[in-house]
């Protein structure tokens, strides 16, 4: 593997290809949210300047190894290119072990949405075909509303919505968002969370929910 090519740059985001399953479409929903809002009150001035991470792959494609919401979000509200900043260049490896070296590094995330490991291949090749998995923007939500802390552990937040899911039903947080992520507010303080990333173990320490702040959204 050669050094990371450290400059940003743009690129169109119909280009970059996704190294995980799913999304939240609530959380990419949130992002539109205030992507559109930022853009008419702002112009091109409203456009995010963080450059989204990418590693460069063996047939000279670039992969988005975080920031995959965003990404989706740009180009569902019609912006073409986005700032990309490229971690790595992996185009000399054989092509069998690009998905090895990217999931050794903690890069991809290959399970659907029932949390479920799947084969690289079923990973989707563009943002637009990427799947839903509503307890993604659930885990998003009780993040925003303090149920845990940000952290830099890869995919915190899929890991919080893997200990979600198999304790609040689908149906309720597909029909009733709001007492879903009271649920999952609550299932956040006991000690069968605390080994997830972000945990916080003062119950004191939990704001009253704002669900206009987390985004309540409607999973589609």
């Known amino acids: 593997m050669t050094p990371a090519v450290a400059e940003t740059r ?3 985001i119909a280009d970059l290809h996704p190294t995980q399953i799913t999304v939240g479409f ?8 205030r ?3 930022e853009i ?3 112009g091109e001035l409203g456009l995010p300047t963080r450059a989204v991470p990418v590693v460069l792959a063996p047939d000279g ?11 989706l979000a740009m180009q569902q509200e019609g912006v073409e290119r986005a700032p990309v900043r490229q971690l790595a260049d ?3 490896i ?9 999931e050794g590094r903690g890069w991809c995330h290959p399970y659907d949405a029932a949390g479920r490991r799947r084969p690289y291949s079923a990973i989707p090749s563009t943002l637009v075909a990427l799947l839903n998995d509503p307890f993604r923007s659930l885990s998003s939500a009780l993040r925003r509303s303090g149920g845990f802390t940000k952290t830099a552990a890869p995919f915190s937040e899929f890991n919080w919505a893997d200990f979600l899911r198999t304790r609040i039903p689908a149906q309720t947080v597909a029909m009733d968002f709001a007492g879903a992520l009271g649920q999952a507010m609550r299932l956040a303080r006991t000690a069968a969370a605390q080994h997830l990333p972000g945990w916080v173990a003062d119950p004191a320490a939990v704001p009253l929910i704002n669900l206009q702040a987390a985004g309540a959204p409607a999973n589609r």
């Open 10 to 12: 743009l690129v169109r």
């Open 26 to 33: 609530g959380e990419v929903a949130q992002k539109r949210i």
């Open 35 to 37: 992507l559109r809002s």
């Open 40 to 42: 008419q009150s702002q």
């Open 61 to 71: 494609a670039l992969y988005l190894i975080d920031c995959h919401h965003l990404a």
């Open 90 to 92: 992996f185009s000399t």
């Open 94 to 102: 054989a092509v069998h072990d690009f998905w090895s070296a990217l």
